[in-house]
């Protein structure tokens, strides 16, 4: 991809919309937020300029599933949800992914007390 040229974020979520999931995973005693991208090996150069224009520090995996290499990005550290991911799609999906997004992220912020209280028990 040209680097001189910098996605939109409209662009980004547009894009996104289909690959991307908005799930929780449980991680010991608690459930997680994760967003995970994945993307087939030939897009490393737009996942890149995206992990980018975002600022996201996360490491983009590769692994192969069917004789297909695949790339994944998984986000899940509470400032980059809260600060990149969730502006970067809000208000920018529609259809079935507007909604499991909206349900993620008000999942998240209800979550989210309790991430703060629980560390201060």
Do not use: C
Not at 13 to 39: C, D, E, H, Y
Not at 77 to 97: A, H, M, Q, W, Y
Request: hydrophobic share 40%.
């Amino acid at each position: 991809m040209n680097s001189l040229i910098s996605p939109s974020l409209d662009f980004i979520a547009g894009f996104f919309s289909t690959g991307a999931t908005f799930m929780w995973v449980k991680q010991k005693n608690l459930k997680v937020p994760v967003f995970q991208i994945k993307m087939q090996i030939s897009d490393r150069d737009l996942l890149e300029t995206v992990k980018l224009k975002l600022g996201l520090k996360e490491k983009i995996y590769e692994y192969k599933y069917k004789n297909t290499n695949y790339l994944l990005l998984l986000v899940r550290k509470r400032s980059s949800i809260e600060n990149v991911i969730i502006p970067t799609f809000d208000g920018r999906l529609f259809g079935n992914k507007a909604i499991q997004f909206e349900n993620w992220k008000n999942k998240y912020y209800q979550e989210k007390l309790n991430f703060v209280y629980k560390h201060y028990r």
